[in-house]
């Protein structure tokens, strides 16, 4: 039995996109930026080294799909990777897309500014065409 629950900021910030293998892949709802977070849907999760070893690989893995996909997007220069979880303790990496002259270029995103919500056919298209990748 898998008691995974996705923690409550993640679920509002975030649409759900896909379940793959090991992660619950979801958009985080900034049209600023393409941005995807993928969390491992296991119970207890803080660190990736909480992962078992080929879960570990696994996430890799996926990360280095998700990140295929982002780079692959139109105006994406540089890939940021990270797992912080400062502010949500649930293992979770975000893979999001960077260009020079977007609103936090080059700093980071976190804490910049507050996100700007995707207008909801626009969402919905970004959704079904991460999807289709």
Do not use: C
């Not at 990270?82 to 700093?107: I, K, M, T």
């Amino acid at each position: 039995m898998n008691d995974f629950a996705l923690h409550h900021r993640l679920a509002a910030d975030t649409a759900f996109v896909a379940d793959w293998p090991l992660s619950r892949v979801l958009l985080m709802e900034d049209a600023r930026y393409p941005w995807l977070v993928l969390v491992p849907r296991q119970p207890g999760l803080v660190e990736i080294t909480d992962l078992a070893a080929p879960d570990r690989a696994r996430l890799m893995e996926e990360v280095a799909r998700a990140a295929e996909m982002v780079r692959g997007l139109p105006h994406v220069a540089k890939l940021n990777i990270g797992a912080l979880g400062n502010l949500v303790p649930q293992l979770h990496v975000h893979v999001l897309g960077r260009h020079p002259g977007d609103p936090a270029w080059p700093g980071p995103v976190w804490g910049h500014s507050p996100a700007m919500p995707y207008e909801p056919p626009v969402r919905a298209a970004l959704i079904d065409l991460v999807r289709s990748l």
